[in-house]
């Protein structure tokens, strides 16, 4: 974004959040940054601008009407970016409730918010002002090997609570920009990478599995194939669509890193082998498990992302190789950080979520319900 604005950020303490607040502070922007802090919000992935005059953090929740509404009343945003959700499918399949509370009320409660203020602004505000919604590709389900890539006009076709949540939040925003005119924007991202991501995903679990000797959870046959993208990348392309995206439109975001999972991990072990040569679990792919697959599994993701590139201009800057690379990195060196995320309830989902798996052989998956917005 090229002036200096306000912006109101939701769920700003988590990994995509973070990261995106962290480069609006850098660009001089101000950011009023709502999160409930759930298990996955995380003040320390800011402490570099915890003094900065132009971040002020507010925890509350985004179902919280008066607090959404007293926020844009006192700080004028020009523009509301929307990342609060619950993130991960495996919770959403052990407890969905928390899911359809956050991504779907949640939104609602913002969307209703967004428009009151958006109607009280002068013209001239009303003209800059823009509501972005960051979603996911999980909306359009899933891909055989011989399958196009998803595009904007790829049909709905969620599979996991989550992606339903999400892409029923999606088509809230649509009916605001059809109905009621609110200038909001929508990106469906792929699977996002790098610093601050929370240890349940895939990429940070198995760095931190590894680390400790502990085993390498991979489910099913480990073929399923997810479009990679560093964390960054998703970032920039927020920006240009906050700045020169087209109102009303929906643009696919992806990296073109098309990876098999047991590719991501022993790609993972490998460099885990290079940068750790003296530790007791090289190689770190003798640690990899096969375990029970998730239910409802997507096959591939794939994101065509020639609308955004040719139309706005944004391309990823990170190869999935630089990319991890530096993620392995960043993990090696925060120690601490992970130390101060896994604690307490984090053993407590890590037990529910691999016991399951790795005991039950064959018969039904069954996962205790975790409450996920809890800590
Ligand atoms: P995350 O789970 O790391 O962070 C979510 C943040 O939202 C946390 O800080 C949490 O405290 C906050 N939050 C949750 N419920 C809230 C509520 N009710 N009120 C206020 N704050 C609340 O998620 P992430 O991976 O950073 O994803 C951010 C957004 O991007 C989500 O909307 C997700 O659907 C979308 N997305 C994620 C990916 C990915 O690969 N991680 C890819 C595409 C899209
Ligand atoms: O595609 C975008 C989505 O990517 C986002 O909308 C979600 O918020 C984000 O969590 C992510 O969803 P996935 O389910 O693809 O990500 P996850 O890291 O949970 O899993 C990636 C793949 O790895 C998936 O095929 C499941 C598999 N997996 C995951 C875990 C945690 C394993 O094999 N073992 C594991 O322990």
Redesign the pocket.
């Known amino acids: 974004m090229s002036s200096h604005h306000t912006l109101l950020i ?2 700003g ?5 973070s990261n995106f607040v962290l480069s609006a502070i850098a660009q001089g922007h101000r950011v009023v940054n ?5 298990y ?2 995380n003040l320390g992935n800011l402490s570099s601008i915890e003094s900065n005059p132009n971040h002020i953090f507010v925890q509350g ?3 919280d009407r008066d607090l959404v509404e007293r926020l844009l009343s006192e700080h004028h945003p020009s523009a509301i970016v929307h ?5 991960h499918v495996d919770r959403s399949i052990a407890g969905p409730e928390a899911f359809l509370k ?1 991504n779907i009320d ?1 939104t609602f409660t913002l969307l209703r918010a967004a428009r009151a203020y958006y109607e009280s602004l002068a013209p001239e505000a009303r003209m800059g002002f823009r509501f972005l919604h ?3 590709d999980e909306v359009y389900g899933t891909l055989a090997p011989e399958d196009p890539a998803f595009h904007e006009k790829t049909p709905y076709a969620p599979n996991s609570p989550y992606a339903a949540s ?1 892409a029923a939040s999606d088509m809230l925003v649509r009916a605001w920009v059809h109905t009621y005119k609110l200038p909001a924007l929508i990106t469906n ?4 990478y790098g610093p601050f991501q ?1 240890p349940e995903k895939l990429i940070p679990l198995m760095i931190l599995n590894a680390l400790a000797g502990k085993p390498l959870p991979v489910y099913g046959d480990g073929q399923q194939v997810r479009d990679w993208l560093f964390v960054t990348d998703h970032c920039t392309a927020i920006s240009a669509v906050l700045e020169n995206g087209q109102i009303g439109e929906t643009y696919n975001v992806g990296g073109g890193n098309q990876r098999a999972n047991l590719d991501v991990v022993n790609t993972v072990c490998a460099l885990l082998d290079e940068l750790r040569p003296d530790s007791p679990f090289v190689p770190h792919g003798q640690l990899i498990t096969y375990v029970q697959d998730r239910p409802g599994h997507d096959r591939r993701y794939a994101i065509d992302a020639r609308k955004i590139e040719s139309e706005l201009g944004w391309h990823a800057a990170e190869s999935f190789e630089t990319g991890l690379r530096k993620t392995v990195q960043w993990y090696l060196n925060h120690p601490d950080w992970l130390d101060n995320v896994t604690s307490g309830a984090y053993q407590q989902w890590v037990t529910k979520n691999y016991a399951a798996r790795t005991e039950a052989a064959t018969g039904d998956y069954a996962v205790a319900p975790v409450e996920a ?1 809890a800590k």
């Not at 303490?13 to 959040?17: D, N, S």
């Not at 709502?34 to 759930?38: G, V």
């Not at 991202?189 to 996002?192: E, G």
């Open positions: 939701t769920g303490a988590g990994f995509i959040g709502l999160d409930a802090l759930t996955a919000g929740n985004i179902n990342f609060a959700a619950e993130s956050t949640g960051v979603s996911t999400k991202c792929s699977n996002n929370f917005g």
